[in-house]
């Protein structure tokens, strides 16, 4: 049974970095027959996918225009874990952010517990 | 960006009854569509993808059917624990969106 755990601090100041980590338990992160993402959650913006990462002999990333460069996911694939990392966050990146697992197509089937950022000086 | 609009933003529905909740999407996506369902405080569960295909352990009461730019999520006997929000999701194109979401309220 997959199971992906999250962490990470619920309050970034405003310019400063989010980062979280989802590590993951019932599969292997360079499966390649899988993709890993983060998704996030606000009134205001409702739900949007921001990136995915992938192993297919190699690693590949896809991310959301919206959040443009300020967006990095990493796997790390000796802790069997992925990060999320996003520059320069304004209020509006205040949400839930989710990691999630699909199964080769962008549908979330396996989904983290959520974690609550704020963003607030 | 495919635009994902879903209607009623709440369906008020007695138990035993049926819901349809409707989805429509801004250009074609073919049959590249998921719906999730959320309940407070808890993350989306996947119910439905490939537009009609339910996910695994879903019950048999929920269903998907439509293609192209207009697609249909019924749940044929409302049971107490369908209550929550619905979601409807493409992925035919970069990046995955969402609709606003389907509130289904007891009524």
């Known amino acids: 049974q997959v199971q992906l755990q999250q962490s990470g601090p619920g309050l970034v100041k405003p310019s400063q970095t989010l980062t979280l980590t989802c590590a993951i338990s019932g599969d292997t992160i360079s499966s390649n027959s899988v993709a890993w993402n983060w998704i996030r959650q606000s009134p205001s913006r409702g739900l949007e996918w921001l990136g995915r990462?992938?192993?297919?002999?190699?690693?590949?990333?896809h991310y959301a225009v919206s959040v443009g460069s300020r967006i990095t996911i990493n796997p790390d694939t000796s802790k069997n874990q992925l990060s999320l990392q996003l520059n320069s966050v304004t209020p509006e990146d205040t949400a839930v952010y989710y990691c999630a697992r699909d199964q080769g197509i962008a549908v979330a089937v396996n989904w983290g517990q959520g974690t609550l950022v704020t963003v607030s000086s | 960006e495919t635009v994902m609009t879903q209607s009623p933003a709440t369906l008020s529905v007695s138990p035993g009854e049926r819901a349809t909740l409707s989805c429509r999407a801004s250009?074609?996506?073919?049959?590249?569509l998921a719906w999730y369902q959320q309940k407070p405080g808890q993350a989306p569960r996947l119910l439905i993808y490939g537009a009609s295909t339910r996910a695994t352990d879903i019950p048999a009461r929920f269903s998907g059917s439509g293609s192209g730019t207009e697609f249909t999520l019924t749940i044929s006997s409302l049971q107490s624990e369908d209550f929550a929000v619905y979601y409807c999701?493409?992925?035919?194109?970069?990046?995955?969106?969402f609709g606003q979401g389907t509130r289904l309220e007891i009524k």
């Open positions: 999701q493409q992925y035919d194109n970069w990046p995955p969106t």
């Open positions: 990462t992938y192993y297919r002999s190699k690693w590949y990333n």
């Open positions: 250009q074609s996506v073919s049959i590249t």
